[in-house]
């Protein structure tokens, strides 16, 4: 086994480990803000890591083109995607009041 190799396994696992710890975050989490929060940051950094670790293994230039535009994809993707989640959320009122420390979104500024 080669260092890189080492390396691209470490990545890999890390990747896997912070993929497994959003999910739970998303199964744990009571609201859906904040299971956005747990949905999308710890996802795509683990997607990020093992899409490096698959790429220092693969070395193959098409291969890593590909894993390239994936990891593109999701980082253009996820934020928007959150975003918009967490506005119809907002608007459909599927949160807790209590756990919010500050409503910017409220029209009547009471918060």
Same mark, same amino acid.
């Given at each position: 086994?080669? =260092?890189?190799?080492?390396? @691209? ?6 990747? @896997? ?38 790429? /220092? ?6 291969? =890593? ?9 999701? /980082?253009?993707?996820?934020?928007? =995607? ?11 009122? @599927? ?17």
């Amino acid at each position: 086994m080669t =260092v890189l190799d080492a390396v @691209s396994g470490a990545l890999v696992l890390g990747g @896997s480990a912070l993929a497994l710890t959003a999910a739970i975050g998303v199964v744990r989490f009571p609201d859906t803000l904040s299971r956005l929060q747990a949905a999308s940051k710890p996802q795509v950094l683990g997607l990020l890591l093992v899409l490096t670790g698959a790429g /220092l293994r693969l070395r193959g230039h098409a291969d =890593v083109g590909m894993l390239i535009l994936a990891g593109m994809f999701t /980082l253009i993707t996820a934020p928007v =995607v959150a975003n918009r989640v967490g506005q119809l959320a907002y608007r459909e009122q @599927s949160f807790r009041d209590d756990l919010l420390i500050r409503d910017e979104l409220d029209d009547h500024g009471a918060n």
